[in-house]
C-alpha cells in the first residue's frame, strides 16, 4: 500500500520585509512527508530551515514574514487558506513544534507542569477537566524520563537536557500528527544529544507522529530519517531517501561539500575539506545558481540560468551538471 501524504509544500517563496531591504528567506521550496515518517531538513545557517517550519505553522513574524507564493497542505488542508481560528485548533493540536532553544522557550515565572497544562487547556480536545489535565502532565513527564513529583518545578531547577525533555514533553502532550523539531539537541552535550534523539525516536514510533528534524548534523540524520533534503538559499537543492542520499553516487556539489566536512575516524591521515566562502547574502541572491560563487564545479551557465530540477526516481537535484540525459522537472 502506498505511503499517505501528511505534509506537501509547493513552490514555497516566503520574504521578511525589512527597512533596508526585502529578505528573500526561502526561494521556491518543494517538499513533502508521509505519515508516521522522519525528514531530515539539513543545511548551513541562514538556508531558510526554520522558516520552513514557522511558515507551516503559520508564525512568521507580524508585518515583517510574508509568504508570497506557493503553497502548504497538511493531511489534505490547505494552511495557508484557512482562518486565523481554524489554524489555531491546528497548532498544538495537530502540528507541534520543538523550538530551537529550550532555555528561552520556557517561561522563568511558571512552572514545568502548569507550562504543559497550559498547552492542554489550549490545543487539547481529549483532556477537559482539571483532574484529566493533571494526570495527562504525570504522564507526559514520565514519558520523557522526569519524575511526575517535579511538575512543581520551575525551570532554572532544570539542566539543559531536562529542560528540552520538558519542551519535547509540551510538543507532544497532544498526540500531534506532525512534530517540527528545529534542532532538538543544540546546545547539548553528547550524551544528552543520544538520549533526546532517542526519546524521539521512541514516541514517535508510539505515537505514530511524522517528524521534520532540522539539523546541521549528518550523523543524526543518517540514524534518525528516511528521507533527506538538503536546503541551501532557501531551497531544496537536493532530495531523496536516506539510502539514496547517503549511499547513492550523484550528489549536487553542495551536498559533497557537507560529508567531506565530516570526520573519517576509519581515515586517520584525512583532512576536513571545508566548503570555501559563506552562504549568499539572502536579500542580494546571486544570478542563476545560488551555489555558483562556491561551488568547486561551477560552468558559465551556473552563473546565468538557474538550474532545473533533474529527477532519477525518487532521488531531485537542482544542479546543471545532472542536467543531461535525465527527468527533468517541466
Not at 505515537?207 to 540514524?223: Q, R
Amino acid at each position: 500500500m502506498a505511503n499517505e501524504k501528511l505534509l506537501e509544500i509547493k513552490d514555497l517563496h516566503v520574504v521578511y520585509h525589512t527597512d533596508e531591504d526585502d529578505v528573500y528567506a526561502v526561494n521556491d521550496l518543494t517538499l513533502s512527508l508521509d505519515k508516521g515518517q522522519t525528514l531530515g531538513l539539513v543545511g548551513e545557517t541562514g538556508a531558510g530551515k526554520t522558516t520552513t517550519c514557522l511558515s507551516i505553522l503559520r508564525l512568521l513574524p507580524d508585518k515583517i514574514g510574508e509568504v508570497t507564493g506557493g503553497s502548504i497542505r497538511f493531511n489534505g488542508k490547505d494552511i495557508l487558506g484557512i482562518s486565523e481560528e481554524e489554524m489555531r485548533d491546528i497548532r498544538g493540536q495537530e502540528i507541534a513544534m520543538i523550538f530551537q532553544d529550550p532555555m528561552s522557550s520556557l517561561n522563568p515565572v511558571y512552572t514545568v507542569g502548569y507550562q504543559i497544562a497550559e498547552a492542554l487547556k489550549y490545543h487539547s480536545t481529549e483532556y477537559k477537566t482539571e483532574q484529566e489535565i493533571e494526570k495527562r502532565v504525570e504522564e507526559m513527564l514520565a514519558l520523557v524520563g522526569i519524575t511526575p513529583e517535579r511538575k512543581n518545578d520551575y525551570p532554572h531547577q532544570f539542566s539543559g537536557g531536562m529542560k528540552q525533555r520538558v519542551v519535547i514533553a509540551m510538543a507532544l502532550a497532544c498526540d500531534p500528527k506532525l512534530l517540527l523539531a528545529d534542532e532538538p539537541t543544540t546546545a547539548l552535550d553528547v550524551t544528552i544529544q543520544a538520549q533526546v534523539l532517542k526519546l524521539i525516536n521512541e514516541l514517535k514510533d508510539k505515537l505514530k507522529t511524522a517528524v521534520v528534524l532540522v539539523t546541521h548534523d549528518l550523523g543524526i540524520v543518517a540514524e534518525t530519517c528516511d528521507s533527506v533534503a538538503v536546503m541551501y538559499a532557501g531551497t531544496v537543492i537536493e532530495g531523496g531517501p536516506i539510502e539514496t542520499i547517503f549511499g547513492g553516487e550523484n550528489h549536487h556539489p553542495y551536498t559533497v561539500g557537507l560529508f567531506g566536512s565530516i570526520p573519517n575516524l576509519k581515515v586517520k591521515t584525512k583532512r576536513l575539506s571545508p566548503i570555501e566562502g559563506l552562504m549568499p547574502d539572502p536579500a542580494d541572491l546571486p544570478k542563476g545558481c545560488a551555489f555558483s560563487p562556491r561551488c568547486p564545479k561551477c560552468m558559465d551557465i551556473c552563473r546565468t540560468t538557474e538550474p532545473p530540477k533533474v529527477f532519477e526516481g525518487e532521488h531531485m537535484i537542482k544542479c546543471h551538471l545532472f542536467n543531461m540525459n535525465k527527468e527533468v522537472e517541466a
